[in-house]
């Protein structure tokens, strides 16, 4: 069967199936999956026909598994994952959910959380076992901490703000006016689980109350409130709006003073370091923002239709949270193997280190996604430089292509 018959062979069978089918598939073909969805593989009929059970919706969102490009092949690991497919652990003043290693065992280097906090929602005073990145998505959050001097650091943020506390920085974050918070935090291991950090009101609820009581010299009597804590930890709890900020950097920082540490970035304020016709790149790395270095970071934006290069990352595994659009990554994993997967806001994406790779907007929207690293620089390679600053003749006899055939433009 040539792929003209194949066509032939699909069309035949779709008129033979009965008017209900139809008007059934008419009715769901914005959602339906086998229907109105190219079948980019090698064999359009029957071999490719699925006669079992099908959750279609999971289907529509990754055309790319049931239909891969014919030039997928072999056998590649789970790369994608998604926090609207994660557990949320929901609580009075928000809710976090979490991506890490164990749900996605391709992700060594970085595990990612996504929270919610009303306004006025605390998440408690805290440290971590990994260094934080965090974004603000959405909405207005005030963070607290304290260096490693003691010094007290307090910033409320916004959208498109970034932060960062190294592993061991207590920290907590809170809801702002008028409608909270929406924030990515990335840690620096996949290992990290949000539900294992150290939290203060866990810690004191498991310290005898008289060694407490000695530790800040109060009498047993004081600590009543600490032993009606909830055993685990608050964790998320709904508090009152703060104070105004002047008055809360003013109080917290009266006996060490003002931390000179910068734990934020605002990204939103940023020009982007590079540009070409469809993509445009923003990157915060230890060189921009100091405090950070254990993640690097890039914000992207790449045009309906656009590509953000065919390229590699010679240091670190790229971690991607998908802010919106919709985009199709084939990763090279060497050896002939090779897989394409879907991404939608909310999706997280994963690369190991120095797998090539590429990002297509198959949208009609923008496409923003992050890239985050496990490192304190931002590098990649791309295949067109390499191309371009190789001796013509060994591109030429290597690839039968001529060493000027990427254009300027082509890198898009
Ligand atoms: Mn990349």
């Known amino acids: ?14 008129l033979g199936t009965s008017s209900a089918a139809l008007v059934t598939a008419a009715t769901l073909s914005k959602h339906a999956w086998g229907q109105g969805i190219p079948n980019r593989g090698a064999d359009n009929g029957r071999s490719a026909s699925s006669a079992g059970p099908e959750n279609h919706l999971l289907g529509s969102v990754n055309p790319s598994n049931f239909s891969p490009p014919p030039t997928d092949h072999g056998d590649a690991p789970n790369f994608w994952s998604s926090f609207s497919t994660a557990h949320r652990r929901i609580l009075e003043g928000g809710w976090s959910r979490q991506v890490n290693a164990e749900d996605f065992p391709i992700a060594r280097e970085i595990a990612g959380v996504n929270m919610r906090l009303t306004a006025g929602g605390i998440r408690e005073l805290h440290w971590n076992g990994a260094a934080e990145w965090g974004f603000v998505l959405s909405g207005n959050a005030r963070l607290t901490a304290i260096d490693l001097d003691g010094k007290s650091y307090i910033k409320d943020l916004t959208a498109n703000d970034l932060w960062y506390f190294p592993t061991g920085v207590p920290h907590s974050m809170q809801g702002l006016g008028p409608d909270g918070c929406a924030v990515l935090m990335v840690f620096d291991t996949g290992a990290f689980s949000d539900a294992n950090t150290t939290q203060m009101s866990d810690w004191l609820r498991h310290t005898p109350r ?10 047993q009597a ?20 703060p104070n105004p900020i002047e008055q809360d950097q003013r109080t917290a920082a009266a006996s060490k003073g003002r931390s000179s540490i910068a734990f934020h970035f605002s990204l939103g304020a940023m020009a982007p370091a590079r540009k070409t016709a469809s993509t445009e790149m923003k990157i915060v790395d230890a060189r921009t923002f100091p ?36 985009a199709r990554m084939t990763v090279f994993f060497n ?18 280190k120095t797998y090539g790779h590429y990002v297509e907007n198959t949208g ?26 190789s001796p013509p003749d060994l591109v030429r006899q290597n690839l039968g292509i001529s060493r000027e055939m990427p254009d300027a433009t082509s890198k898009k």
């Open 364 to 389: 009609s929207t923008d496409l923003i996604f992050l890239e985050l690293f496990r490192a304190d620089r931002f590098q990649d390679v791309s295949l067109t430089d390499w191309i371009e600053n």
């Open 335 to 352: 050896a002939g193997t090779a897989r394409t997967a879907d991404f939608a806001a909310g999706d997280i994406g994963y690369v190991p």
């Open 222 to 241: 004081a600590l009543d409130a600490v032993y009606a804590l909830p055993e685990g930890g608050r964790y998320i709890f709904q508090g009152a709006s």
């Open 210 to 219: 008289d060694v407490l009581a000695k530790n800040w010299g109060a009498s």
């Open 1 to 14: 069967m040539d792929a003209r018959d194949q066509l032939a062979y699909g069309r035949r069978k779709f």
């Open 291 to 326: 405090v950070s270095t254990s993640i690097a970071a890039a914000h992207v934006v790449v045009k309906p239709g656009g590509l953000r290069e065919m390229h590699w990352h010679p240091h670190a595994d790229e971690w991607q949270y998908y802010l919106q659009g919709k």
